[in-house]
């Protein structure tokens, strides 16, 4: 069955640089939330997107920015990245906001020296 | 943010054994209580939800109850395998559609 799909799966960045991540949901589901968990914690509620439009918004530092395009990818750009930046960044999806069942991708692994 | 916090980080329980994972909570709003696994290197999976009108919800070989005066979730895992070994979360939603984990707690499984 086709899962959600994240690249890259590993980047490494300098400090103060950006980054693009990507996620590709499970095909026919309209809702992506992005979440960031740094080493041993939780994973926190970054952004969420519904059918093209931003759904709800978590704890995402302004420096970040999301969109979800027509074919319901979404991409989450992070500028003047921080050392406290580095974490694993997961994407995951759902048939629709209502649904708590969220399918989560592999993550990406973001490390900035 | 509303907090959803674990009691113990980390449990060893015996293979065959049945394995109880807590969970309390602060916000008494939201709308469903979810339980995740998370595997070494892999995302989250969901492993089952219970409304916050609920007591109860049974799944196959997990039970997930809810106790809304002590405000209280719990993790039944029945006959524990070695493959259930994982991080587990409770989160919460809110009625604004967004998610809040709480601290994980570490399952192991002792062959």
């Known amino acids: 069955a086709a899962g959600v799909i994240q690249s890259p799966r590993h980047l490494i960045k300098e400090k103060r640089e950006t980054a693009t991540l990507k996620c590709y949901p499970i095909?026919?589901?309209?809702?992506v939330y992005w979440y960031q968990q740094g080493p041993g914690q939780d994973p926190q509620f970054l952004i969420s997107?519904?059918?093209?439009?931003?759904?709800d918004k978590g704890s995402i530092p302004d420096r970040f920015s999301a969109q979800q395009f027509s074919d319901y990818h979404s991409e989450l750009n992070m500028s003047s990245l921080e050392l406290g930046d580095s974490a694993l960044y997961f994407c995951a999806s759902s048939l629709s906001p209502g649904e708590n069942e969220q399918f989560f991708g592999p993550g990406t692994r973001l490390t900035v020296l | 943010g509303e907090s959803v916090g674990l009691h113990l980080p980390t449990l060893s329980v015996q293979e065959g054994d049945n394995s109880i994972i807590n969970c309390a909570y602060s916000n008494s709003a939201s709308d469903y209580f979810i339980w995740y696994k998370q595997e070494s290197g892999k995302g989250p999976q969901f492993i089952i939800d219970?409304?916050?009108?609920?007591d109860k919800r049974q799944g196959q070989r997990v039970t997930v109850l809810l106790n809304k005066t002590v405000k209280h979730l719990s993790l039944q895992i029945a006959a524990t395998q070695p493959g259930d070994s994982a991080v587990y979360f409770c989160?919460?939603?809110?009625?604004?559609?967004?998610?809040?984990f709480g601290t994980g707690t570490s399952l192991t499984v002792i062959p």
């Open positions: 997107f519904y059918e093209k439009m931003q759904s």
């Open positions: 219970i409304r916050s009108n609920m």
């Open positions: 989160a919460e939603r809110d009625t604004g559609n967004q998610f809040y």
């Open positions: 095909p026919r589901h309209d809702t």
